[in-house]
């Protein structure tokens, strides 16, 4: 027996993008409820870093003085090669309202969001329900949801595991697939992905420091590997090392969900070992003793976008839709406009009696905009201004730069670098 409810938006996955667009949603007076497949939020320290314009976004939603609170700012993103820096991107340049970058937790970031849609009595976040099915009957979207509970096998010494408890169907205005690199809404939906270049696994490390770490991010080219630094607050950082094949096993792109490190009995010397051989290697000039490693992991990324980004009444936002390297941090943010811009159709839509098809001309603009991201239809290019070592490296510095739309193009042309669409009709950048 299924138990039914009324709900005008489902969110699935209540990340960044899923909490945020929520958010958007409550703002405009909308009913939502967001299910994911986990117990509770994200409790390790993801590092995120919150682009120009991603700030102003948020200042917009009311957000700003709280965030700034819990980040890490950053005005500079160097490029190095061994103990040689070759290029800069200063933010203090831009013409932006916050020009520079805000690194925090992912997890404090997910906390905030969560804090703010508890205001709203429209809005409920159901951890342990997942997605099992969608039908669209008679202008809805009839979800199916499992609710998960924690069973015990074995009689001496139990394990623990997820089972479904029980089913449950929403009957939804329109649903947001907001799940991740691996969205069910996704794939129950049919759609594909397009490819741009091979995928890349990196050896993700958050660790403590001796003295103060620099306060930049920085970028680091090393033989056919990129890699990046981000400070974090205190002496904190977190390095992601790109590497073949991963180190420790499967790779991952799971969120840690308890508030603990587990030991992994030895394991901890060959992290240590391991670390220390990348930074040896590839950051030099990085001079801090690394006291204490947080947590690390090896995580695989694809550049990729969805050939749609939905159809009818089923929509997807950020990484969900795409993926790109994680040195950018592009996805995410770019996630977080795609997000605010869906709920403020759904409002026209719901409130306004505007056309469903202006989600088909949303979904058709964000396309074209990933695939020249992406470098599927646009090409990096080096103007007059490149030095050597950018228009040589271009290739690999366009995932790295930590912007998007106008922003993007700003910095880029600080490297002497320059988006061309590689056919005659132009593009947009993300917003």
């Known amino acids: 027996m299924f138990r039914e409810h009324e709900i005008e938006v489902l969110i699935t996955g209540a990340g960044p993008v899923g909490l945020f667009t929520a958010l958007a949603l ?69 013409n932006a309202a916050f020009p520079f970058l805000l690194v925090l937790p992912q997890c404090a970031f997910e906390r905030l969001l969560e804090d703010h849609l508890s205001k709203y009595d429209r809005v409920r976040v159901e951890w342990n329900h997942r997605l099992s099915n969608l039908e669209f009957v008679d202008g809805r979207v009839v979800a199916t949801l499992d609710k998960l509970a924690e069973t015990a096998k074995g009689y001496i010494v139990p394990t623990f595991e997820w089972a479904v408890e029980k089913s449950l169907r929403a009957n939804a205005s329109y649903v947001l697939g907001t799940d991740g690199h691996d969205s069910l809404v996704r794939r129950l939906m049919g759609i594909d992905y397009e490819y741009a270049g091979e995928s890349a696994t990196f050896a993700v490390f958050e660790c403590e420091c001796s003295g103060e770490v620099p306060n930049e991010a920085r970028i680091v080219l090393h ?171 271009r290739a690999k510095i366009l995932s790295c730069v930590p912007a998007s739309g106008i922003h993007l193009e700003a910095l880029l042309r600080q490297l002497g670098l320059s988006i061309r669409p590689s056919f005659s009709k132009p593009a947009a950048l993300p917003v």
């Open 26 to 94: 409550a703002e405009n007076g909308i009913q939502v409820e967001i299910i994911d497949a986990e117990w509770r939020a994200a409790a390790q320290s993801y590092a995120c870093a919150l682009h120009p314009r991603t700030l102003e976004l948020l200042d917009r939603r009311g957000l700003g003085s709280e965030v700034f609170k819990i980040g890490r700012r950053i005005d500079t993103v160097g490029f190095y090669d061994g103990h040689t820096r070759h290029a800069e991107l200063r933010f203090a340049d831009l």
């Open 223 to 393: 033989g056919t590997t990129v890699n990046g630094f981000w400070p974090l607050l205190g002496n904190r950082c977190r390095w992601s090392f790109q590497i073949s094949p991963p180190r420790l096993g499967d790779d991952s792109h799971e969120k840690e969900r308890t508030a603990f490190v587990i030991e992994r009995d030895g394991l901890d010397d060959d992290v240590r070992q391991a670390l220390q051989t990348f930074l040896r290697e590839r950051a030099p000039w990085f001079e801090n003793e690394i006291l204490e490693i947080d947590w690390s992991v090896d995580v695989q990324f694809e550049n990729r976008v969805a050939k749609r980004f939905g159809s009818d009444r089923c929509w997807l936002a950020g990484d969900s839709a795409h993926q790109t390297s994680p040195l950018g941090m592009q996805s995410m943010n770019v996630g977080l406009f795609e997000g605010d811009a869906i709920a403020g159709l759904l409002k026209k839509i719901l409130r306004e009696d505007a056309p469903i098809d202006v989600l088909e001309a949303f979904g058709e603009e964000r396309l074209r905009d990933w695939q020249r991201l992406l470098g599927i239809t646009a090409n990096l290019e080096a103007t007059e201004g490149a030095s050597a070592w950018c228009a040589a490296n």
